[in-house]
Structure formats: C-alpha cells, structure tokens
C-alpha cells in the first residue's frame, strides 16, 4: 500500500505560478512512476506529468514550457511547479502513483484556480 499527500493548491491570479508537492509513504520503495493529473468540472481527467523512476519525464502539450515535474527519491515526493498558470488550468490536480507491481494509487486531490 502507498498513501499519498497532497499540498500546494490555491487561488492564484492568471500569470502567476503555483507548486504542488505529493508525498508518498508506505510501500514507497515500490513506486515506478509518479504523476500529477488534472479534472475540471464536467471534463474528464486528464495527465498534466509524469515522472519515472529514471527520471524520463512527460508532459500534457497544454503544459509544456509552463510546468516542471520533479522527484525526490529521498524524501519519496513528487513537484509539480507550475507557471505562467492560464484559467484553463483551473482543477483539481490529483497525484498517482503506479508500482512495478501494477498497482495504482491516487492522493485526495488539491484545487488549484486560477482567477483575476
């Protein structure tokens, strides 16, 4: 079992920057990849990032350029920094993980919008 917390969300104007953290606990040493996705009201999920466990990364075309993915293996967490955040990117941001067991976990999901 792998329990996750999630931190960071809020209200934030367009143009300005937001950092999500999601720690991992647990099972942690079985994680392969973790990962941040997004769901907005009446719309589905969607990927935002991935991280591996070697660090390969991948993005959402909606976010490239504007938002980093970044693992501390250390401390089992997961960074998700966003910038130059747009409305569009309003959601809430739930953190996955998926092991080299073929389980998959979600944390309880942070809200973030963004708003003038």
């Known amino acids: 079992q792998v329990q996750l917390v999630e931190s960071g969300g809020g209200l934030v104007q367009p143009g300005g920057s937001l950092r999500l953290s999601c720690a991992a606990s647990?099972?942690?040493?079985?994680?392969?990849?973790m990962g941040w996705y997004r769901q907005a009201p009446g719309k589905e999920r969607e990927l935002v990032a991935t991280?591996?466990?070697?660090?390969?990364?991948n993005y959402a075309d909606s976010v490239k350029g504007r938002f980093t993915i970044t693992r501390d293996k250390v401390k089992n967490t997961v960074y998700l920094q966003m910038n130059s955040l747009k409305p569009e990117d309003t959601a809430v941001y739930l953190c996955?993980?998926?092991?080299?067991?073929?389980?998959?976990?979600w944390g309880q999901g942070t809200q973030v919008t963004v708003s003038s």
């Open positions: 647990g099972s942690s040493s079985s994680i392969m990849i």
């Open positions: 996955n993980v998926r092991t080299y067991y073929a389980s998959t976990y």
């Open positions: 991280i591996s466990s070697s660090a390969y990364t």
